[in-house]
Nanobody, 115 residues
Framework: QVQLVESGGGLVQAGGSLRLSCAAS????????MAWYRQAPGKQRELVAA???????NYADSMKGRFTISRDDAKNTVYLGMNSLKPDDTAVYYC?????????WGQGTQVTVSS
């Protein structure tokens, strides 16, 4: 079982920045594929960014150049740096881990971008 706890969400003005953190339990964090998803009201959950155990990253097109995913295996933590935030980025952001053939989700953290 892997537990994920997100933090760092909040209210920010358009053009501002936030950094989300996701702390994971377990002794094999370095082997987990980690990702951030988001879900806006009335919309489907969508992939924001992902990072492999080796550190390779991929991003949704609308986040490229604005968002940065990173991981610190020593701290069992994955981060999402978000710059140039837009009102359309308003959503609940979820941390996801793929570990031992299963997917795990955090409880989500709200990000609200005001215009």
């Amino acid at each position: 079982q892997v537990q994920l706890v997100e933090s760092g969400g909040g209210l920010v003005q358009a053009g501002g920045s936030l950094r989300l953190s996701c702390a994971a339990s377990g002794s094999f964090f370095s082997t987990y594929r980690m990702a951030w998803y988001r879900q806006a009201p009335g919309k489907q959950r969508e992939l924001v960014a992902a990072i492999t155990p080796g550190g390779s990253t991929n991003y949704a097109d609308s986040m490229k150049g604005r968002f940065t995913i990173s991981r610190d295996d020593a701290k069992n933590t994955v981060y999402l740096g978000m710059n140039s935030l837009k009102p359309d980025d308003t959503a609940v952001y979820y941390c996801n881990a793929e570990a031992m053939g299963r997917a795990y989700w955090g409880q989500g953290t709200q990000v609200t971008v005001s215009s």
